[in-house]
C-alpha cells in the first residue's frame, strides 16, 4: 500500500498545486479551458496512436472493449431517465448525462499499474480502446447536441465537428499501424511520447484551478457519481461471473467499470457549452471519491 500511494502521489500534488495556483490568482479559469483544450487537440493523440499501435489484439480478450462499451450505454440510459426525471435545463442534462458514462480510466490505470505491474496493463488497453471509441463518438455528438443554442439542432454540424476531432483520427491511426505490424518511425515515437507525457501535469493543473468545493451535494452532483461508479461496479462484478474472468483480467474489468466520473466531461461541457461549472464540482468530487474507492477495491481484488 505504500508503494501504490508513492506512486499516485504525484497525482494528487499537481492538483493542489493548481489549486492553490488559483488561489493566488497566478492562474485563472481561461488558463484551465486552454489546458483543456490543448488536451484535447494535442496532447491526447500522442498519448493514443503510441499505446493502440502496441495493445496485443487477440480473440480470447474481444470481450473485454466490450464490457466497457456495454457499461457506458448502460449507465448512458440510467442517467437519461434521471436526468429527465429531474428536469434538468438542456445544458445541466447534457453535463449530468456525459458524467454518468464518461470513465476516468486514466485514474484507474494509474492504480492498476501500481498494483499489477507493466505486463498487465494490456488488458485495461482493450478496455480503453471500447471506451475511447464510444466517447469520441456518441459521446462526443451528445455533447454537441446538448451545447447547441441554435433553435434547430444542425446533425451536419455536429458530424462535421465529430469527424474532425483529432482523438478520433488518433485511434483510427493506432489501430491501422497495429493491424498492419507497422512501427511508429523512430524519429515521431519520442515526440508523441513526450506530448504524452504532458497529460496528468496539464489534466491535474487544470482541475486545481476549476475545484470547487460544492456549497451544498445536491442531487445533480451525487447522482452522476453513484450512476458511474455504482452501476458501474454491478456491470464489472457480473460481466467477470458471465465470462469468468480471473486474475489481473478480472482486476482490469472490475476497477475500470467502476472507476469514477472521467476527466472528458469536464473537456467536452467546456469546448461545447455546457454546464462547466457542475461538469468541475462532479469531477472534483469524483476524483477525491476514486482516491479512496480505487485502492479499497485493488486491496479486495488482489
Not at 454518468?100 to 494490456?122: E, K, R
Not at 489501430?175 to 513526450?194: C, D, G
Not at 475500470?256 to 457542475?278: C, H, M, Q
Not at 472534483?284 to 471519491?289: D, F, G, P, V
Amino acid at each position: 500500500m505504500q508503494e501504490l500511494i508513492t506512486k499516485i502521489s504525484p497525482i494528487f500534488v499537481i492538483f493542489v498545486v493548481g489549486y492553490v495556483l488559483k488561489r493566488i490568482n497566478f492562474l485563472v479559469q481561461d488558463h484551465a479551458e486552454l489546458f483543456l483544450k490543448l488536451i484535447m487537440y494535442v496532447v491526447l493523440p500522442g498519448l493514443i496512436v503510441p499505446a493502440f499501435a502496441s495493445i496485443p489484439l487477440s480473440a480470447n480478450l474481444v470481450v473485454l472493449p466490450f464490457v466497457s462499451v456495454f457499461t457506458m450505454f448502460f449507465t448512458l440510459i440510467v442517467a437519461f431517465i434521471v436526468a429527465t426525471m429531474l428536469s434538468l435545463p438542456k445544458q445541466t442534462k447534457g453535463t449530468f448525462v456525459l458524467a454518468s458514462s464518461i470513465m476516468n480510466l486514466g485514474l484507474a490505470l494509474s492504480f492498476y499499474q501500481a498494483a499489477f505491474g507493466q505486463d498487465a496493463i494490456a488488458y485495461f488497453l482493450l478496455l480503453i480502446l471500447g471506451h475511447d471509441v464510444v466517447l469520441f463518438t456518441l459521446l462526443y455528438y451528445l455533447a454537441c447536441f446538448y451545447g447547441s443554442t441554435d433553435h434547430v439542432f444542425s446533425h451536419h454540424k455536429a458530424f462535421r465537428k465529430l469527424f474532425l476531432l483529432p482523438p478520433l483520427w488518433a485511434v483510427v491511426v493506432g489501430l491501422v499501424l497495429n493491424i498492419t505490424k507497422t512501427q511508429i518511425p523512430y524519429f515521431i515515437l519520442p515526440s508523441l511520447n513526450l506530448v504524452g507525457s504532458l497529460f496528468t501535469p496539464l489534466l491535474m493543473l487544470a482541475l486545481g484551478v476549476v475545484f470547487t468545493v460544492p456549497e451544498r451535494l445536491s442531487l445533480r452532483l451525487c447522482f452522476p457519481l453513484v450512476i458511474r461508479s455504482g452501476c458501474g461496479l454491478f456491470i464489472g462484478l457480473l460481466a467477470s461471473e458471465l465470462f469468468s474472468l480471473e486474475g489481473v483480467v478480472r482486476a482490469a474489468v472490475v476497477l475500470g467499470s467502476a472507476a469514477p466520473v472521467g476527466f472528458n466531461t469536464l473537456v467536452f461541457s467546456t469546448i461545447e457549452n455546457l454546464d462547466k461549472k457542475l461538469a468541475a464540482q462532479i469531477v472534483s468530487a469524483a476524483l477525491i471519491l476514486g482516491g479512496f474507492m480505487l485502492p479499497l477495491l485493488l486491496y479486495f481484488l488482489s
